[in-house]
Structures are given as structure tokens and as C-alpha cells.
């Protein structure tokens, strides 16, 4: 186990250990019909949470692309999204994630499937900076999106889809931390609603099945 202190930074928002909280009360009328219309094809899904489609969705933002150039909510229109929240310095579960999202685009592209577009949002943009991303991101695909930008806006995104991070000092290494982090990926749709929570652990041939199921069933 290793020695750690904590710090006084701490985001602990929405979606606290992966487990989605929906908007709308439990047991209500408008939720009660949402789960039945998509009981079948959450039935189908390995590892997979489908949401109704007007669960949450993406706000407006501005941020940062690996280029240095500011990037908004609309480069997620007109497409599917695999969003993913990390860091750089991850010790584990972001290269592990990245390189399990590499095997599925490929998986996906072998059988003619429309694969998503994976973007890769830092939880930590005091140390990823764009350069940091670009060297990072392009490692796995030069085609991931990586997402850096200043902490508030960054923060202010989090907030708003119910993702955790919680800074921890590591003892004995001033300046060092950790970031304890959402594993869950959240796939958004063409029009920037948040439509399924895919659960860690993450497995390439899981991610690949749920996500095949999901596109026939939502478009």
C-alpha cells in the first residue's frame, strides 16, 4: 500500500465510484417508463449502463486540444463519443483504458463498424498541458482527441457530468500526487447526450459487444 497524505484539493461530484444517479426521482412515473422502454437492450449489455436519452447532457464549453487551440462542445456533434476522464501520470487505469480503446477502433474498423470517436478529458490540467497531451494521446492514436484547458473550466465540465477526482499527495515526494479518478467511460451521442456508462474493468471484446449493440439499437 503506498504511503500517502491527502490534500486539501478534493472534487467528489455526481457519479461517486462509477454508479450513475439520475436526475429524475427512483420510482417515479417518468423513470419507471424510461427503464421499461430500455429493458431489452440493457438486457443485452455485458458490462454496460444505457441512460435514457435525456438523462444528462454535455454543456457548453471551451477548452483546449493537443494543438494549444480552444476546443468546444461541438467537436462531439454528428458523432458517437467515447469520452474517458484521467490523467497523464495515471499509474495504471488510463494507459491500460487508451490501450484497450486502441484494440476496439481497430475491432471495430475490421468489421465494418462505424467505430466512436474516443476523447481523452484530463482531470489534471495543472501538469497536462497541451504538449503533455499530444506526446501522451498520440502514443495510443494520433487519432484520440485529448482534452487539457484551465482548471475551472476543466472542473466546471467534470461537475456537470457527475465525474470524481480527488487529489492525493504522495508522502516523502513534495509536489508529487496522485488522482483517484471515475473509471467509467461515458458515451455521448451525435447530439451531445450522455447514453450509456461503460463500466471498469474495461475489455476490448466487452466495450466492442455493448457498444455494437448500443448503435443498433439507438442509430
Known amino acids: ?8 484539493i478534493a472534487a467528489v461530484i455526481g457519479i461517486t465510484a462509477g454508479v ?3 436526475v429524475r426521482g427512483p420510482g417515479s412515473p417518468e423513470m419507471a417508463d424510461a427503464d421499461a422502454a430500455l429493458a431489452p437492450l440493457q438486457a443485452k449489455m455485458l458490462n454496460t449502463v444505457v441512460l435514457p436519452e435525456d438523462f444528462r447532457a454535455v454543456p457548453a464549453f471551451s477548452l483546449q486540444g493537443v494543438d494549444g487551440g480552444t476546443l468546444q462542445q461541438d467537436f462531439l456533434d454528428d458523432r458517437w463519443t467515447m469520452a474517458f476522464f ?3 501520470h495515471c499509474p495504471d487505469v488510463c494507459p491500460i483504458t487508451l490501450q484497450v480503446m486502441k484494440e476496439v477502433v481497430a475491432s471495430l474498423e475490421a468489421s465494418d463498424v462505424e467505430p466512436m470517436q ?4 484530463t482531470v489534471d490540467p495543472v501538469r497536462d498541458t497541451t504538449e503533455r497531451m499530444r506526446e501522451y494521446v498520440g502514443f495510443f492514436d494520433e487519432q484520440f482527441v485529448g482534452v487539457t484547458g484551465e482548471a475551472d473550466a476543466v472542473q466546471a465540465l467534470t461537475r456537470s457530468l457527475g465525474i470524481v477526482s480527488a487529489f492525493t499527495a504522495v508522502e516523502g515526494r513534495p509536489g508529487e500526487y496522485l488522482v483517484d479518478h471515475t473509471a467509467s467511460m461515458l458515451l455521448i451521442d451525435p447530439q451531445r447526450r450522455v447514453r450509456a456508462k461503460f463500466n471498469a474493468p474495461h475489455e476490448a471484446d466487452t466495450i ?6 448500443l448503435r443498433e439499437a439507438l442509430g
Open 1 to 8: 500500500m503506498r504511503p500517502t497524505v491527502p490534500l486539501i
Open 20 to 22: 450513475a444517479v439520475a
Open 86 to 88: 484521467g490523467y497523464t
Open 118 to 121: 474516443v476523447a481523452f478529458f
Open 208 to 213: 466492442t459487444s455493448d457498444y455494437v449493440a
